[in-house]
């Protein structure tokens, strides 16, 4: 099994940005696709973007797309989330996921990573 550590959330002002980082152990990282997903206070956890196992395909919720993008390093099992222009209703608690599989990249993640919180202030 894959474990799953977000770092990077804080606090930032509208317009700002952040990166998020997930580190994975275990050595089955590259073969998995990797998602990003946020739960705002009182609301379900969307997804937001997913990356293929080599990086080749990537896939975005219309809410962030433009603003927000996916990245993969393997060799360092670790997968990335720059977010640009944010808006207050970007804060939310985000968490990486992952799953075998290209199929519907925005559901059915098999493991979950803790959560970083993401606030931005108007």
């Known amino acids: 099994q894959v474990q799953l550590v977000e770092s990077g959330g804080g606090l930032v002002q509208a317009g700002g940005s952040l990166r998020l980082s997930c580190a994975a152990s275990g050595r089955t990282f590259s073969s998995y696709t990797m998602g990003w997903f946020r739960q705002a206070p009182g609301k379900e956890r969307d997804f937001v973007a997913a990356i293929s196992w080599g990086g080749s395909s990537t896939y975005y919720a219309d809410s962030v797309k433009g603003r927000f993008t996916i990245s993969r390093d393997n060799a360092k099992n670790t997968v990335y989330l720059q977010m640009n222009s944010l808006k207050p209703e970007d804060t939310a608690v985000y968490y990486c996921?992952?799953?075998?599989?290209?199929?519907?990249?925005?559901?059915?993640?098999?493991?979950w990573g803790q959560g970083t919180q993401v606030t931005v202030s108007s």
């Open positions: 996921a992952g799953k075998r599989g290209w199929s519907d990249p925005s559901k059915s993640y098999a493991f």
